[in-house]
Nanobody
Framework: QVQLVESGGGLVQAGGSLRLSCAAA????????MGWFRQAPGKEREFVAA????????LYADSVKGRFSISRDNAKNTVYLQMNSLKPEDTAVYYC?????????????WGQGTQVTVSS
């Protein structure tokens, strides 16, 4: 089992940047694909980005390509989401998640979420 804790959310103006972190408890972090999802008020949760177990292969939703960057440090059991050129529509609760497969769905473990608010 993997326990995930996100941090780094906050309030930022449009065009600004934030870096989210997700720390994992457990010795098997490197065996999981890690992903980031978000859920805005009144909307369904959506995929944002994922990164392979090795950290070599990222995957992004079209809405964040070129603005967001996912990375991981397996020695620190941490995955990151660097968010640049933020837009008001990026406002959401952001969740990190772990999966045994490399995909945009079927994630088994979830964090509690961190709020990101982008003001116009």
């Amino acid at each position: 089992q993997v326990q995930l804790v996100e941090s780094g959310g906050g309030l930022v103006q449009a065009g600004g940047s934030l870096r989210l972190s997700c720390a994992a408890a457990g010795r098997t972090f490197s065996s999981y694909t890690m992903g980031w999802f978000r859920q805005a008020p009144g909307k369904e949760r959506e995929f944002v980005a994922a990164i392979s177990r090795s950290g070599l292969t990222p995957l992004y939703a079209d809405s964040v390509k070129g603005r967001f960057s996912i990375s991981r440090d397996n020695a620190k059991n941490t995955v990151y989401l660097q968010m640049n050129s933020l837009k008001p529509e990026d406002t959401a609760v952001y969740y990190c998640a772990g999966s045994k497969s490399f995909s945009t769905a079927n994630y088994d473990y979830w964090g509690q979420g961190t709020q990101v608010t982008v003001s116009s």
